[in-house]
């Protein structure tokens, strides 16, 4: 799959810990970390809860309040459970002022 435009470059930076958008029908959240855009599927592999509303961004781990898995934003990698399975990510990019994102590739 191609390319998606999510955002525009400010509506990223000014939004934290990150950004949730829907990009070719699927729910992401994209945040910055280190200067690099990170993009993971908006939705915890343990019970589905929404990231964007039930999960905090602490030192690039996504902290699912739901049941407390955490998750690794740059990878997917499940670091604490319950949750057994990795979050899904995308690829993002910086496009001039746009934000892209790749949906179509798991990273």
Do not use: K
């Not at 930076?13 to 699927?26: E, I, N, Q, R």
């Amino acid at each position: 799959m191609a390319w998606q435009r999510a955002a525009s470059r400010d509506e990223l930076l000014a939004a934290a810990p990150w950004l949730a958008c829907t990009v070719a029908g699927t729910e992401v959240v994209i945040a910055v970390l280190d200067g690099q855009p990170y993009g993971a599927e908006d939705r915890c592999t343990h019970a589905g809860c929404p990231f964007s509303s039930e999960a905090d961004l602490i030192d690039g781990l996504i902290s699912c309040n739901c049941h407390g898995s955490e998750f690794r934003l740059t990878t997917g990698e499940v670091v604490r459970g319950p949750a057994e399975r990795p979050v899904r990510t995308f690829p993002v990019r910086l496009v001039g002022d746009d934000v892209e994102v790749e949906v179509g590739v798991e990273a």
